[in-house]
T-cell receptor, first 112, second 115 residues
């Protein structure tokens, strides 16, 4: 059973399009991170959200943490081929261990 | 470069052999984690150290797996009597110790192939 569900699993879009990736759970998280991973490499941290309702922007990427801290979204505006990669959400469950629980990822391909 | 480093990056071994991987965390990060990632999946937690103490182990960590962090700095992960099902990317991450925020910084991983 996947504690964190990501959707869509695969996404292929044209350069310049916008997209949103979702990360959902029935559990409450004390914090949630988004990572991007390239083939053969480790995940690279993009952002951490902590407060319910929080919105963070990183250039063309906008991250939102749900009010109840059970879900999150990543929105990319005007996607570029350099955005191609595996996007992973990961959360630390409130009151639980310090391990991160990862979603299965969204593989994004941005075509030129 | 002061990021997390892992060695080796790739390891091919025959079934039944033992392998050992090393992880050097970011300096002064007292938390260190090992994860395993198979194709098409997100990383799965294996074990966690705070300084030299191994505080948590996943049920995924069978008796053939052992991890150490003897001086609270680098860590090793050993797999004994490897099986084909052990083929995966083994990721190490480190984290500082702020209360309530569990950001982890990952190394490049060690890709293990068991033939």
């Amino acid at each position: 059973t996947q504690l964190l569900e990501q959707s869509p699993q695969f996404l292929s879009i044209q350069e310049g399009e916008n997209l949103t990736v979702y990360c959902n759970s029935s559990s409450v998280f004390s914090s949630l991170q988004w990572y991007r991973q390239e083939p053969g490499e480790g995940p690279v941290l993009l952002v951490t959200v902590v407060t319910g309702g929080e919105v963070k922007k990183l250039k063309r990427l906008t991250f939102q943490f749900g009010d109840a801290r059970k879900d999150s979204s990543l929105h990319i505006t005007a996607a570029q081929p350099g955005d191609t990669g595996l996007y992973l959400c990961a959360g630390a469950i409130s009151g639980s261990a310090r391990q991160l629980t990862f979603g299965s990822g969204t593989q994004l391909t941005v075509l030129p | 470069d002061t990021g997390v480093s892992q060695d080796p990056r790739h390891k091919i071994t025959k079934r039944g052999q033992n392998v050992t991987f090393r992880c050097d965390p970011i300096s002064e990060h007292n938390r260190l984690y090992w994860y395993r990632q198979t194709l098409g999946q997100g990383p799965e937690f294996l074990t966690y150290f705070q300084n030299e103490a191994q505080l948590e182990k996943s049920r995924l960590l069978s008796d053939r797996f052992s991890a150490e962090r003897p001086k609270g700095s680098f860590s090793t992960l050993e797999i004994q009597r490897t099986e084909q099902g052990d083929s995966a990317m083994y990721l190490c991450a480190s984290s500082p110790n702020p209360v309530g925020i569990y950001e982890q910084y990952f190394g490049p991983g060690t890709r293990l192939t068991v033939t």
